[in-house]
Structures are given as structure tokens and as C-alpha cells.
């Protein structure tokens, strides 16, 4: 089973607010509209989103251009979303002017081509170039972006999370300047081209901890497309199969159900019990969202989340969102643990109510 294209990072752009950064009016349009040509590479008079794809990858693309070019991205994928498309339209010259101002906050009017701009401007400002940090990969520091790889990094923090050496030990430098990423279940290594500057704006991060992660999303999303790099940070996942990759172990996926048995205070539910084993034994555990009906914009729908413990005694689950931010709210209006940096426990009754599937590796 595959987890939803739904659950990338853009869902809740338009709620975000951004940082106000004083620029002449409609900047990010005249930036794309200075690119266009540049970007328009068969010089059709429109940019598709093979051309997109190959432009992503280009290292030529650079600072302020890539943010630019990014922020198209975003666009396409987001106005393809909006009406339902499973293609994403080529956009003309013309079509710029569209993208640019048909997509707003309601609440604040900010659009968001310029919320899209500051987002990853930041972004690549905050990102370190080099491969690791000063320290060992952190689990913590590594969040998702606009890839639709949720499945694949949350069974890679929980590898991280619990040895980090892993995952450093995972990437080797080749004398041409490509990485060769082996995970310990795959057969062969996958041969990489450092993240662009692109890359690095749009997709996984872990900022000053080093490119590391976004390498290995790379390299397991090219696995994912049967070698295609242009279209490795498009590709879902399967959590067992990111778990198995891992581990070089087995994994099996299991049903949540939304209506339990009743259960004793400190009995573990039947869903859960397999899953608090794995954990017992310093196994990796993935749970993720029902595709609709969760109980509130709390929860990602078809979203994977890390496992991090199973507490029978407070009759509780805690788990760590990939995007390393929004989880459930109190009355407030503020994450329950006052933090929001992804990681939250919620109560048995609310994991069935809004969890439908736990992939565990089993050996």
C-alpha cells in the first residue's frame, strides 16, 4: 500500500504566514518572467514539467534564480492539486500572471507565490552545503519538503534517531563528485548528483547538519522511479519497503482498527501489541493517518508518521510528523506539549480513531 501524493509538505501553505521582506511590487513575477526563456528550454513559448524536472536538477541554477524557479514549482504542483489534475499543465508566459495572483490566503491575502518565495528563500539560506554537519546526521534536524517521501523518512529517523552512523556510513563521495548511497537491504549502491541549489530549496532538509538527508531521498526516490533521477523526489512510499531498506531485515504492515476492542487501563490494545513488541526490541515502527476522516486539520491525511514509543501505563502513543512541525493542538490552540517540532503523544483512543496502518520491521 502507498502512501498519498496528499501528504507533501504544501497542505498548509495558505494557513503559514510568512515573513514580511520588502520588495518591489510583484517581484516574484517579474523574477519568473525574466527566467522564462531560460527556463522555456525547446523554446516552445512554455515550460513543461519534463523541462521543469530537468531545470530542477540543473546545478547551473543557482541563489536567486533557483528560489525562483522553485517557487514554480510549487505553483504548478499546487494549481494541479487545486483542480484535481494528476498532470501538471505546461504554463505559458501568459500563465505566469495567472499563477502568480490566483492563489491567496483567505484570512490574510497573502499569496502565495510570495509565501512560496520567502519559504524557500529561507530555506536555502538556512541549508548547509557540505554533506554532514560538525556532528553526526540528526534525526531531529531532518524534515521533509515538498517530495511526497514521507514513508521513507520516517523509517529513516527512526534509523537515525537510534544510530546515526548508519546513515553517515550509508553515503560515500565519488571521485566525480557524484555520491553512491548503499542502504544495507538494497542489492546495489545508487549513484547520485549532489542536491542543486533547487533541490535543496524545495526539497528535504536538515539544515546545518549537512545535505545528507536530502541526498538520501534522492537516492532512494531514483530506486523508487527504476533510475530516473529527474523524477526521484517525486516518488511516494511504501514504509515497509523504506523499513526493509534499512534494516536489511523484514517488515509487515498491519491494519489499525478504528473501533477497537475494549481494553483494561494499562493493557495494550490488539492493534497495538505486535508494534509495542517491535519497539521493545529497538525495531523501527511507522504508523500512518486514514485518508479521510480524521478528527480534526491536526492530522495529515495518508501521512506517515515515526513510531517513538508505545506507553501502556498512560495509555498513549508517541510519534514524530517527517515535516518536523504541526501536530495535535489543546484547546488553546497550541500543541499539546507547548512545542511544535513534530513530536507529540496522543491517547489510544485518538491513534485508532485517525491511524490506519503500522508498518514494523519483524527480524
Not at 28 to 37: A, G, I, S
Not at 90 to 101: A, C, S
Not at 141 to 146: H, L, R
Not at 244 to 249: D, E, H, K, L, Y
Request: hydrophobic share 35%; with cysteine; proline share 5%.
Amino acid at each position: 500500500m502507498r502512501i498519498s501524493s496528499r501528504s507533501v509538505s504544501h497542505a498548509p501553505i495558505l494557513k503559514a504566514s510568512a515573513q514580511n521582506i520588502s520588495r518591489v511590487e510583484d517581484f516574484v513575477l517579474k523574477q519568473q518572467q525574466h527566467y522564462f526563456d531560460d527556463w522555456d528550454l525547446n523554446h516552445n513559448g512554455q515550460i513543461s514539467w519534463s523541462e521543469m524536472r530537468r531545470n530542477v536538477a540543473d546545478s547551473q541554477i543557482q541563489g536567486e534564480e533557483s528560489v525562483s524557479l522553485a517557487t514554480l514549482y510549487g505553483l504548478m504542483e499546487h494549481d494541479a492539486a487545486y483542480r484535481g489534475l494528476q498532470r501538471k499543465p505546461p504554463v505559458t508566459y501568459n500563465r505566469l500572471y495567472d499563477l502568480y495572483y490566483d492563489y491567496d490566503n483567505p484570512d490574510t491575502g497573502e499569496l502565495a507565490a510570495d509565501y512560496f518565495y520567502q519559504k524557500y528563500a529561507g530555506k536555502l539560506e538556512e541549508a548547509g552545503k557540505e554533506l554532514f554537519g560538525e556532528s553526526l546526521p540528526d534525526g531531529y534536524a531532518a524534515k521533509q519538503g515538498a517530495a511526497p517521501s514521507c514513508g521513507f523518512l520516517a523509517a529513516t529517523f527512526a534509523t537515525v534517531w537510534k544510530e546515526p552512523a548508519v546513515a553517515k556510513k550509508a553515503i560515500v563521495l565519488q571521485e566525480d563528485g557524484d555520491y553512491e548511497v548503499q542502504f544495507p537491504g538494497l542489492p546495489r549502491p545508487i549513484e547520485v548528483a549532489p542536491p542543486t541549489d533547487t533541490e535543496r530549496a524545495l526539497f528535504s532538509t536538515a539544515q546545518q547538519n549537512g545535505t545528507w538527508i536530502t541526498v538520501l531521498e534522492k537516492a532512494w526516490g531514483k530506486h523508487q522511479a527504476g533510475g530516473d533521477e529527474l523524477r526521484a523526489f517525486e516518488m511516494d512510499t511504501n514504509p515497509e519497503d523504506a523499513i526493509r531498506a534499512w534494516t536489511n531485515g523484514s517488515a509487515k504492515t498491519t491494519r489499525v482498527a478504528k473501533n477497537p476492542k475494549e481494553y483494561k487501563k494499562g493493557e495494550i490494545p490488539f492493534s497495538l501489541k505486535t508494534a509495542y513488541r517491535a519497539l521493545a526490541e529497538d525495531r523501527t515502527v511507522v504508523a500512518w493517518t486514514r485518508f479521510e476522516d480524521v478528527s480534526s486539520d491536526d492530522y495529515v491525511v495518508g501521512h506517515a508518521y515515526t513510531v517513538t514509543g508505545i506507553h501502556p501505563e498512560e495509555g498513549s502513543v508517541s510519534l514524530r510528523n517527517p515535516w518536523g512541525h504541526q501536530e495535535p493542538l489543546g484547546d488553546d490552540g497550541k500543541p499539546l506539549d507547548k512545542k511544535d517540532d513534530g513530536l507529540f503523544e496522543i491517547s489510544f483512543q485518538q491513534f485508532h480513531k485517525n491511524f490506519k496502518m503500522l508498518a514494523r520491521q519483524t527480524g
